[in-house]
């Protein structure tokens, strides 16, 4: 797998992935972080006390129920726009990009106050 972009199109979809990624931390909750955090340290091998930190902040899932909004437009989010034209990409050129959170960077430390 090439480390660089084979083209202007393949680093303009990676250069608004990291966008994107970046825009959802900044304007996440503290509770979403939380999470993100939790679940990035038991991707990374966590240890059990990792495991006690993600069931403390991560709440157990509720049962789906779908919301019905009628007035809603249907448009796809900036994450799906993005996979579709990266797909479209693909498929037209061939060329594969591997959409991974920005660097695979570790998150940003808890605030500790």
Sequence with gaps: MPTD??????????LEYERACLDFWANASEETREGCRAIGQLVAGGTEADLARAREVLPPFKPFEPYVNPYARMSPSRMAGLS??????????????????????????????
């Design 5 to 14: 972009p084979p083209c202007e199109e393949c680093a303009a979809i990676l």
């Design 84 to 113: 579709i034209r990266k797909f479209q990409h693909e498929a037209k050129t061939g060329h594969y990009q591997s959409l991974r959170p920005p660097g695979l960077r570790p998150l940003p430390p808890s605030d500790p106050s």
